[in-house]
């Protein structure tokens, strides 16, 4: 099984700075389609999870345009370029190179200095 | 707009069972992969399970395998989790999520949450 590393655990920011999360996977996550499937996603306090990103750094819909993913093969990264407070929450990387099997990172959470 | 509604959590004893369902709308069901995944309190995600369109193909995580059971009855748009011999760590809300072509889990439900202890 890919198992999927996220660092920090937690991370506190100052309103209007960037912030920026790794993950790190075991093994490559190119599929053999030649996309690699590793996705972020957001959780609010209370609420459940919701896609961010997908393959690496397409927003999903409705995603502001301050959030961008990048990276290849193993280590990726999601950046916030100025954190606003609608941002705290807890940030997981996953995994579905492996489809139908998912892998997802510990969480990183989010919060205001 | 999709709309995914989860029911059937609650408090059961060690052993017991629960069956939670899905109700799903604003697209249509048979076309997709509908997946489970859970949240401890307190903890971070864990995929449960999925199942094909047509609910021929399923796939657990091993920690479930022949305790749970996906199923789908797709004239109802409903996905189903049969949930026997729990433990207290299956304690969790469970998300009903939808699992977009080259996309991902595009869409969650709000989750329902199973408690398992004496």
């Known amino acids: 099984d890919i198992v999927m590393t996220q660092l920090p655990l937690s991370s506190p920011v100052t309103l209007g700075q960037p912030a920026s999360i790794s993950c790190r996977s075991s093994q490559s996550l190119v599929h053999s389609d030649g996309n690699t499937y590793l996705s972020w996603l957001q959780q609010r306090p209370g609420q459940p999870p919701r896609l961010l990103i997908y393959k690496i750094s397409n927003r999903f819909s409705g995603v502001p345009d301050r959030f961008s993913g990048s990276g290849t093969g193993t280590d990726f990264t999601l950046k916030i370029s100025r954190v606003e407070a609608e941002d705290v929450g807890i940030y997981y990387c996953?995994?579905?190179?492996?489809?139908?099997?998912?892998?997802f990172g510990q969480g990183t959470k989010l919060e205001i200095k | 707009e999709v709309h995914l509604v989860e029911s059937g959590g609650g408090l059961v004893h060690p052993g017991g069972s629960l069956r939670l369902s899905c109700a799903a709308s604003g697209f249509t069901f048979s076309n997709y992969w509908m997946s489970w995944v859970r949240q401890p309190p307190g903890q971070g995600l864990e995929w449960v399970a999925n199942?094909?369109?047509?609910?021929?193909?399923?796939y657990y995580v091993d920690s479930v395998k022949g305790r749970f059971t996906i199923s789908r009855d797709n004239a109802r748009s409903s996905l189903f989790l049969q949930m026997t011999s729990l433990r207290a760590e299956d304690t969790a809300v469970y998300f009903c999520?939808?699992?977009?072509?080259?996309?991902?889990?595009?869409?969650w439900g709000q989750g329902t949450l199973a408690i398992v202890a004496s």
């Open positions: 999520v939808r699992d977009q072509s080259g996309v991902g889990t595009d869409s």
């Open positions: 996953m995994q579905s190179t492996q489809f139908p099997l998912y892998g």
């Open positions: 199942i094909n369109p047509d609910g021929s193909v399923k």
